[in-house]
């Protein structure tokens, strides 16, 4: 069965320092999202694809915080510099097209010391 | 900003019991979704709801929506060990940016043995 795959899944940096995180979304799905979700809260969306466009980034910290999908497939999520309440786990999910169900991946851990 | 609000924010049965989870909301949606999540892992999509629709079933699994009431129910019966989780409800709404999913605070549900 295919699986959206993250790397690494857990990430611990010291602040001020840059931190990426990969993510491989299903084969064929047009829409990659990425979300960031505090112990203890729901996934909060932090920017969502179509295909290589950023289509919602409305909430994403633009100033440490940028995201790409060059070609349209795998996708990178950096911060630079990180800070101490960015301690959270990363979550990247991909789906078929904007309103159906989102297949998500294990989640990369961050801890910013 | 989290839409959905989940009720109760903590559940503990006994196995072979139901569990019934709450989620209300506050616009106009698409469709809604429920999730369960392991601790420390990715999410899992369970069973989707349309807005024109009012009930749905997934194996154990019972989904109720009530749109002039804007709120959903999630009941789980025969629960079993292994369906102790946070389960998350999540609204899809149509904005300028395309559609958004936003997630609930999550239900934690413990089922005993």
């Known amino acids: 069965e295919a699986e959206v795959a993250q790397s690494p899944r857990y990430k611990i940096t010291e602040k001020s320092q840059a931190v990426a995180f990969w993510c491989d979304p299903i084969?064929?799905?047009?829409?990659l999202y990425w979300y960031r979700q505090i112990l203890g809260q729901g996934p909060e969306l932090l920017v969502q694809?179509?295909?290589?466009?950023?289509?919602?980034d409305s909430q994403l910290p633009k100033d440490r915080f940028s995201a790409e999908r060059l070609k349209g497939v795998d996708s990178t999520l950096k911060i630079q510099p990180a800070e101490l309440g960015d301690s959270a786990m990363y979550l990247c999910?991909?789906?078929?097209?904007?309103?159906?169900?989102?297949?998500f991946g294990p989640g990369t851990r961050l801890l910013v010391l | 900003s989290q839409q959905g609000e989940e009720d109760p924010q903590a559940l503990s049965i006994q196995e072979g019991e139901n569990a019934t989870m709450n989620c209300s909301y506050k616009t106009s949606i698409n469709n809604l979704q429920w999730y369960r999540q392991n601790s420390g892992r990715g999410l899992v999509h369970l069973i989707l709801i349309r807005s024109n629709e009012r009930e749905k079933h997934s194996g154990r699994l019972r989904v109720t929506l009530d749109t002039s009431k804007k709120s959903s129910s999630l009941l789980i019966t025969a629960s079993r060990a292994a369906d102790t989780a946070s389960y998350f409800c999540?609204?899809?709404?149509?904005?300028?940016?395309?559609?958004?999913?936003?997630f609930g605070e999550g239900t934690q549900l413990t089922v005993n043995p």
């Open positions: 084969s064929g799905h047009a829409t």
């Open positions: 694809f179509q295909d290589e466009s950023v289509v919602d």
């Open positions: 999910a991909s789906s078929l097209g904007g309103q159906e169900t989102q297949y």
């Open positions: 999540a609204t899809s709404t149509s904005g300028t940016s395309g559609s958004r999913l936003t």
